[in-house]
């Protein structure tokens, strides 16, 4: 048995364009999140306050907040790596807080310029302060299921820094497949040796569709039980610091999947295509998503 109800999280604001060259203005970049949140999504990573100097695209998450019209009943989340990034948030204002590091070393080093272990005790502290601040707090850990620098990652270390995540105060998990090399054998052992310590209602799968295998990794999730998927509108996004990453499964595939299967997200599959065909012309690339080709069609 499958899970009756998922929850899909967007993170195409955010995900979606941290690895594109071009520049989104503000004015679109909300009128792009308007347009998701009309189609029924409830929750939005919206930008990341990293430094701007690595990631250009998301230099303006403080004005997307400022100017941003919020729905009643939308989590508007932020990225965040560090305490400037965390004080940036709050006076954004976001309802959540995302922090992240990943479980290579090697690719931790090469996203935040620093160690795990150096990432984990900032985390430690950004997580105390936004929970003080009566913020929820997502943790990601990428390159779960491979890292494009040191391979394969082993489950233990996997299991280790998601239960100091959650130690730390963490409210979810979203484990990354950050290069799209996940399959769905590996995606049902690693959850369940996690769920052997972290309760499945804590965990989220992100996917990334680099070698088309996301469809699939969702299925396994959902037959471990997992109940919340990330996806990017149109299939946008991708890691700048990770060699070859590519777009996040498209939130319009994801839905056309779980409507295939019964499974109720609460969002609008002709909302979603339309959302994507707004953006599609601004990042000026052929997107991979099923359901914006097949729309291009009609
Ligand atoms: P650094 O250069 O080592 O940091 O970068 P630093 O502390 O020495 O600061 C350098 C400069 O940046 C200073 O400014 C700081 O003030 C400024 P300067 O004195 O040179 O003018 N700075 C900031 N400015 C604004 N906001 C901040 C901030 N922090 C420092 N928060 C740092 C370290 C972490 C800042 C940098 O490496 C960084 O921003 N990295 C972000 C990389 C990133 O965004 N990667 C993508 C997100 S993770 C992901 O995509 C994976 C995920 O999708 C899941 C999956 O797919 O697996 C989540
Ligand atoms: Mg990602």
């Not at 195409?12 to 004015?27: A, K, M």
């Not at 306050?49 to 989340?77: H, N």
């Not at 290069?179 to 499945?200: M, S």
């Not at 609008?268 to 052929?286: C, F, M, N, R, T």
Request: glycine share 10%; net charge neutral; aromatic share 6%.
């Amino acid at each position: 048995t499958i899970p009756q109800e998922v929850i899909i999280k967007e993170v195409g604001p955010r995900d979606g364009l941290q690895n594109e060259s071009v520049i989104i203005s503000t004015e679109k970049k909300i009128a792009w999140i308007e347009k998701l949140t009309n189609a029924g999504v409830k929750y939005v990573e919206v930008s990341s306050f990293v430094s701007p100097k690595w990631i250009p695209a998301l230099a303006d998450a403080d004005d997307v907040f400022r100017y941003l019209k919020r729905k009643e009943g939308v989590t508007y989340a932020g990225l965040v790596p560090n305490e400037k990034g965390l004080d940036r948030a709050l006076r954004a204002n976001v309802d959540e807080i995302g922090i992240f590091v990943s479980a290579s070393d090697t690719h931790n080093r090469k996203n935040v310029n620093k160690s795990i272990d150096e990432t984990l005790s900032i985390l430690k502290d950004v997580v105390k302060t936004a929970k003080r601040e009566g913020k929820s707090v997502r943790g990601y850990l990428s390159t779960v299921f491979g890292c494009p620098y040191e391979g394969h990652i082993s489950i233990g270390q996997v299991e280790r820094i998601s239960n100091i995540l959650l130690e730390m105060g963490v409210d979810e998990l979203s484990l990354g497949d950050t290069i799209g090399v996940a399959n769905p054998v590996q995606v049902k052992q690693v959850i369940r040796q996690l769920k052997t310590t972290i309760p499945t209602g804590k965990l989220a799968l992100h996917f990334h569709n680099t070698r088309g295998l996301a469809a699939a990794n969702i299925v396994a999730g959902l037959e471990q039980n997992i109940q919340v998927f990330d996806g990017a509108n149109g299939g946008l996004g991708g890691c700048p610091y990770a060699q070859g990453a590519t777009g996040n499964v498209a939130t319009e595939d994801v839905q056309y999947l779980m409507e295939s299967l019964g499974v109720n997200t609460g969002l609008s599959l002709k909302g979603l295509v339309q959302a994507a065909k707004y953006i599609a012309p601004h990042v000026g690339l052929e997107l991979p998503s099923y359901q914006h080709r097949l729309a291009q069609k009609e």
